[in-house]
């Protein structure tokens, strides 16, 4: 399936395809083995459907986080998944992590990245058309967001991250 505006994660020997945008935001998943080199898209979907969302794998779960929903709507929420999935023939389903309101989430392509064993940093994006410069840490124990930049410089992932 084509698609554009999906997040891209590696685990282990699989690169992962998560979501994206064909007409409709999608919440499909993808994997692309590269010892043999083939596509599987029989892995279990998202919850939700997302674009411009961005992904990462922290231990043993990939994360995914924020994104588009809709034309205008954003995702004040997370998608969460151990890495077994990939061999569990569709017994292992994504987790959807609703956020408090004032979270801060909400937004469309952000940059994140492992900050420590259990915490997740989040980086600007794109709220409508306004561009962030906040820093959020997302507590994986926990399960929530805070903010620990207010504004500074605009971040704004285009692409995908590692």
């Not at 994997?31 to 919850?47: E, G, V």
């Not at 459907?49 to 922290?58: D, E, P, T």
Request: net charge neutral.
């Amino acid at each position: 399936m084509a698609r554009m505006f999906f997040a891209l994660v590696k685990v282990g020997n699989q690169v992962l395809a998560i979501g994206g945008f064909a007409m409709i935001c999608l919440p499909t998943v993808s994997s692309h083995n590269l010892i043999n080199n083939t596509w599987a898209s029989n892995l279990p979907p998202m919850n939700k459907g997302r674009s411009g969302h961005a992904a990462c794998l922290l231990g043993f779960h990939v994360f995914v986080f924020a994104g588009a929903i809709g034309f205008g709507k954003f995702a004040n929420s997370l998608e969460k998944i151990h890495t077994s999935f990939l061999e569990s023939n569709g017994t292992i389903q994504w987790t959807l992590i609703e956020l408090r309101q004032d979270s801060g989430l909400y937004r469309e392509r952000p940059a994140v990245a492992p900050l420590n064993e259990f915490d997740i940093v989040i980086l600007g994006g794109q709220a409508g058309l306004t561009y962030l410069g906040d820093v959020i840490i997302f507590d994986t124990i926990t399960e929530t967001c805070q903010k620990v930049v207010s504004e500074g410089y605009k971040f704004l992932a285009w692409g995908n991250q590692c």
